[in-house]
């Protein structure tokens, strides 16, 4: 793996490893979450009242025991929303408290609220809803048997895929499905309302979207927005599962603060975590596919089911994501996609690192790895050869031309330094003398569309403040949750002003600083809020700029802001010593930037035109092993080359791409979601739901970042980085695919993620 660069003798801030901003307090224990804030004296504390079951008549709700509990101030359900009883979502489906009917087993039908957390959550389990239970829906095949639907289906088309299928040479059709995933982030869902003078409120919320949260509970109060002020300084991780779903707790503690007239604090154990949040959403997919004798495609007919569960959420744009990506990196030419939104009794998925990105990739890798298999073809051989081309070749199915295409010298630059050819031979040699483990091995590469496909997300503001004595404050509508975001944005305004990067501070989010802010999520934090933060930070020099220019009898474009130092012909000042002559002389020093994506374009309705600014891309090398009598599975070795365009932190983005991999491999060989006949969340804790631990990770790993800029006119000339690496580990689910196969076991026959059992059903076993 590459090291961090030195930091030479007044290095620019930006493009060299840097730690991150919080490092420091975050190991010393000193970087306070929402749960570490000093309560205010009077605060209360709430804990939900789950449904029993997955779906039933709510008929009503004893809570005589819970109330007769010394230090419990009262319940709090649907009856005491003054504003809108439904959330402000998008789909507006969903109830702030469960109404007349329960949809999943741990839909909350109400709080108890009380002087103290434990007392709180033992009474809530004293609550007793009465239920009057009906059949629940929970799996795909019987949503869409039903047509129950969240949202309705989506096709998309290009060219004939039947007559194509119809002229193929040879057509391979099968199914398969693959497993949804707990964010499992290790700060829970958490938040903290406190009321304030004349209607107001401040909240404290765990959210990668601050302006969601203040919609939404202003809505629910039924107050205007200016009346909220939500603020979020770190989250302790969120992976998509704190874009909608952190605004639940938020409107459950304000509404709670409302009825009572005292501060109340909410934060979920994890069991009730599990239970209650949704999670990535599981797919199930049918797949029609032909190709010619060199395993080019030549038609496909692809479907779909998302398990959505009870309400829309953000399914929508997660399913629409995943029918942009189910090319990946390869032409489809005749191709037909149905996507189905199946609503199902349990908890209503959500966004998740990929944002459906991953299982519209893994579809169509799993079908090319089968390709080759069926041709007897060596499966890198096939990918290269139905790779997107540079001039021909190059338009997506939902007609966005690929125009920054690296695909084909990214894959085999990795496929020469990662000696793939060479470890294919090692690997049939060690197969022939070895009866029971088995290796197997994969390259797959990733192209990662970065924007949010709703293009009205694509925005940002930033503020940025010079004071007197030369240091920088920076606040922007971006969410720090641990990903670095704040360090990459302080490093773009340090080298915008010439200043170190250590005199720039990043504060929190803030409802009150940067209205109306977009999620961070999308990958696209950096590109948005960076940019947005360097053309605040540039109204600032170019003010200092003149104001210099005007004492040295020079022209602005002379001034240059390098080392803490500003430059002209005539002289060098020290940054801050210009600042107070500035201020001295009535200068404005802060200003706000704003930037929207530029290119974007998308009709939603036909489903075409250009979603993403541009790609991001990668590929990873995975070689692992299986143990056929058991079905266990070990990753041995990584490489991976990818493409995060110039680098602000290498280290940061290396941090990243780690991450992502590893929380992908988790998705697709452990971490298993099961739910029972009745509808109840099976693994709900760390003893039946295993992420990957360090004694997971491969003994060789190597990250390298692809040299080349970002083609497109991008913040410093780099990539988005957050989403595209967890796309790399379906390198190691194709891997033990391949593995299997050797075996001479079913490949086609193993679902994800490929746990042990899975694996030992595909074997045969």
């Known amino acids: 793996m590459n090291a961090p660069e030195a930091l030479p003798l007044k290095a620019p801030a930006a493009g060299v490893s840097r730690a991150h901003e919080s490092a420091r307090a975050q190991v010393a224990g000193a970087a306070p979450y929402i749960d570490d804030i000093p309560e205010v004296r009077g605060t209360l504390h709430a804990a939900p009242v789950c449904s029993p079951v997955a779906h039933g008549r709510l008929l009503g709700v004893d809570t005589s025991a819970a109330l007769a509990l010394p230090g419990v101030r009262g319940f709090v359900g649907a009856e005491q929303i003054p504003g809108d009883p439904v959330l402000a979502a998008f789909a507006h489906d969903e109830p702030v408290f469960a109404r007349d009917t329960v949809q999943f087993m741990g839909q909350v039908i109400g709080l108890i609220v009380a002087d103290d ?16 239970a009906l059949p629940p829906v929970l799996t795909v095949h019987e949503a869409h048997e039903q047509r129950s639907y969240v949202l309705p289906p989506v096709h998309v088309a290009r060219g004939d895929a039947q007559a194509a299928l119809r002229r193929a040479k040879h057509v391979l059709e099968g199914g398969f499905e693959v497993g949804g995933q707990e964010h499992f982030y290790l700060e829970g869902q958490v938040a903290y309302v406190l009321p304030l003078e004349q209607n107001q409120w401040w909240v404290y919320s765990s959210t990668q979207h601050p302006g969601e949260v203040q919609h939404w509970v202003s809505h629910a109060l039924g107050i205007a927005n200016h ?21 639940h707790l938020a409107v459950w503690a304000a509404v709670a603060a409302n009825h009572l007239g005292r501060p109340v604090k909410l934060r979920l154990d994890r069991d009730d975590d599990f239970m209650i949040t949704g999670k990535r959403h599981p797919f199930a997919y049918q797949y029609r596919v032909g190709f010619g004798d060199d395993g080019r495609l030549c038609g496909l007919q692809l479907q779909m089911l998302v398990n ?62 089968d390709i080759a298999r069926h041709l007897g073809l060596d499966p890198l051989q096939v990918r290269l050869r139905n790779l997107y081309g540079i001039g021909e070749r190059d338009l997506t ?256 983005d290396i941090g990243q791409i780690e991450g992502g991999f590893v929380q992908g491999m988790g998705w697709l060989t452990t971490e298993q979601l099961v739910w029972n006949a009745q509808g109840r969340l099976q693994t709900h804790a760390p003893s039946t739901y ?22 497109e006119d991008n913040v ?50």
């Open 716 to 765: 410093h000339g780099s990539k988005a980085v957050g989403e595209p690496p967890f796309m790399l580990a379906i390198s190691v689910y194709e891997a033990l695919r391949d593995a299997v196969a050797r075996a001479g076991g079913r490949p086609e026959a193993m679902d994800a993620p490929a746990t042990a059992e899975e694996v030992l059903k595909a074997l045969g076993g």
């Open 117 to 132: 957390v434990m007392t709180a959550r033992r009474a809530a389990r004293l609550v007793k809803p009465r239920i009057e």
């Open 397 to 652: 199915h939902y007609d966005m031309r690929v125009e920054d295409n690296i695909l084909e010298p990214l894959l085999t630059t990795l496929a020469q330094t990662s000696r793939y050819a060479e470890r294919r031979a090692a690997i049939d040699a060690f197969n022939a003398r070895s009866p029971v483990i088995k290796k197997g091995m994969a390259l797959t590469p990733v192209k990662f569309g970065i924007s949010f496909t709703a293009t009205l997300f694509n925005q940002a503001g930033a503020l940025v403040h010079v004071y007197t004595d030369g240091s920088v404050m920076v606040n922007h509508g971006g969410t720090e949750m641990g990903q670095g975001l704040n360090t990459k944005v302080a490093q773009i305004v340090a080298d915008e002003l010439g200043v170190p990067c250590e005199r720039v501070l990043c504060t929190a989010a803030d409802t009150s600083k940067v209205p109306n802010a977009s999620a961070t999520a999308a990958s696209s934090g950096t590109d948005l809020n960076g940019r947005a933060a360097q053309f605040a930070a540039r109204h600032v020099r170019d003010n200092l700029a003149a104001f210099v220019a005007g004492l040295d009898g020079c022209g602005a474009g002379a001034v240059r802001f390098a080392h803490g130092e500003i430059h002209t012909p005539k002289t060098t000042r020290r940054f801050e010593d210009v600042v107070g002559a500035a201020y001295a002389n009535r200068i404005q020093l802060w200003s706000d930037g704003f930037y929207r994506t530029p290119k974007i374009h998308y009709d939603k309705t036909t489903m075409k035109g250009r979603p993403f600014y541009y790609f991001a891309y990668g590929a990873a090398c995975s070689e692992v092993a299986i143990d056929t009598l058991t079905g266990e599975s070990r990753v041995l070795a990584v490489d991976i080359l990818h493409d995060v365009g110039h680098s602000i932190n290498p280290a940061l």
């Open 690 to 711: 295993k992420i990957p631990t360090a004694g997971d990770l491969p003994p060789h790993w190597r990250v390298d970042l692809w040299p080349e800029a970002n083609r």
């Open 308 to 369: 959505c569960g009870f309400s829309a959420d953000l399914s929508g744009p997660v399913a629409d994501r995943a029918i942009f990506h189910c090319d990946n990196a390869y032409f489809l030419e005749d191709v037909a996609v149905d996507s189905f939104r199946c609503k199902t009794n349990t908890q209503s998925h959500t966004a998740f690192r990929g944002f459906g990105g991953p299982q519209g990739v893994i579809a169509i890798e799993r079908i090319l790895g």
């Open 227 to 247: 009346a909220v002020t939500v603020e979020c300084r770190r989250m302790g991780g969120g992976f998509g599962g704190k874009e909608t779903q952190a605004g």
